[in-house]
């Protein structure tokens, strides 16, 4: 395909590659919009679920059978509710500054990452250290962080299902670490040094922005922290990012 020949506000000069590309983000953007309307959407009945049941069990004479089956209703109406809330929470744009309990944080996106992984046939594994302090930064940057590192871990192992780990550590007196590690097919040595590069990416046409891991560096380093990777051929990566504790 030709590099072409589009130019861009200040001059500089686009590929066709990256025009593709750049309309393809737009085209995200504008699916994130309409699907933060549809969760919006989904509180309301999820509401009525959730009160409808809770009334039907205050009710006398109500089988054993049917209060069982009414309380699991009532109780994946509240999970859903939760994670859509959370969702939405994680769409908006404003800036979240506050003190962030990362143990919770990774909860709440191996949650909602639990079918992608159901999917590939990942068991998904937690190592969490409940002794961590909260850490002060934007709550809805580090669910980015992390879903972009596990989403990556996922999809490297589309094919052979595997394992993934999730760990939380401290690491200096002045900062936590978390550590998200899969047993997949590894990274090429001489494609390590590249993925955090912009538009680079392995994957087929059309399954990768090459803009995940890129955003992902900048993200943890406009936090003050730092993210490593290791990996050797047919032993898996490991993602360690390390997040001071008040920036």
Do not use: C
Not at 83 to 89: A, E, H, Q, R, S
Not at 132 to 155: E, H, S
């Amino acid at each position: 395909m030709k590099d072409l020949a589009a130019r861009h506000g200040d001059d500089a000069i686009i590929t066709t590659d990256q025009l593709r590309q750049l309309a393809y983000n737009e085209k995200m953007a504008e699916l994130g919009k309409i699907s933060a309307g549809l969760v919006h959407e989904l509180n309301g009945p999820l509401t009525v679920i959730i009160s409808a049941s809770q009334i039907i069990l205050r009710e006398e004479g109500v089988p054993e059978a049917v209060q069982e089956m009414i309380s699991r209703i009532g109780s994946e109406a509240h999970r859903l509710s939760q994670l859509t809330k959370g969702l939405l929470n994680f769409s908006s744009h404003d800036e979240t500054i506050s003190d962030v309990d990362l143990n919770l944080t990774i909860d709440f996106i191996l949650n909602f990452v639990k079918f992608e992984a159901a999917r590939r046939a990942v068991i998904v594994l937690k190592k969490l250290d409940h002794t961590l302090p909260t850490v002060r930064l934007d709550g809805n940057l580090l669910k980015q962080i992390l879903m972009n590192i596990i989403m990556n871990a996922l999809q490297a192992m589309e094919e052979s299902g595997g394992k993934l780990l999730v760990e939380t550590t401290h690491a200096e007196t002045d900062a936590v670490r978390f550590i998200i590690s899969d047993n997949g097919p590894g990274i090429p040595i001489e494609t390590i040094d590249h993925i955090f590069n912009r538009y680079f990416t392995t994957k087929k046409q059309g399954e990768g922005t090459g803009l995940g891991l890129f955003v992902t560096k900048r993200l943890v380093e406009s936090m003050g922290g730092n993210i490593e990777v290791t990996s050797r051929m047919g032993g898996g990566t490991t993602f360690t990012v390390t997040l001071p504790i008040e920036k």
